[in-house]
């Protein structure tokens, strides 16, 4: 898992800077027990954007490397 270190906000989307990325692919990742779909981020090291305008300094993101419908019926 990894933990968000900085971040800022645009019109409708928070852009977190993580301490690191996950060696995998991922199809949405999970903060705060809440599912985010990833908003593509192109060229800036580390960084995971999503829609949402609250705050996820110091969260831990886990990264889901399956789709939703399959992670549902293993949890």
């Known amino acids: ?3 968000v270190i900085k971040e800022f906000h645009t019109h409708k989307h928070a852009v977190m800077i993580l301490d690191k990325m ?6 949405y990742f999970i903060i705060d027990g809440k599912k985010y779909k990833p908003v593509p981020v192109y060229d ?17 993101v886990k990264f889901i490397n399956e789709p939703l419908e399959r992670y549902k019926k293993r949890t």
Not at 22 to 27: D, G, K, S
Not at 44 to 60: H, L, M
């Open 1 to 3: 898992m990894c933990k």
């Open 44 to 60: 800036v090291k580390n960084t995971i954007a999503v829609e949402s305008d609250k705050s996820f300094i110091g969260k831990t």
């Open 22 to 27: 996950p060696e995998h692919n991922y199809y």
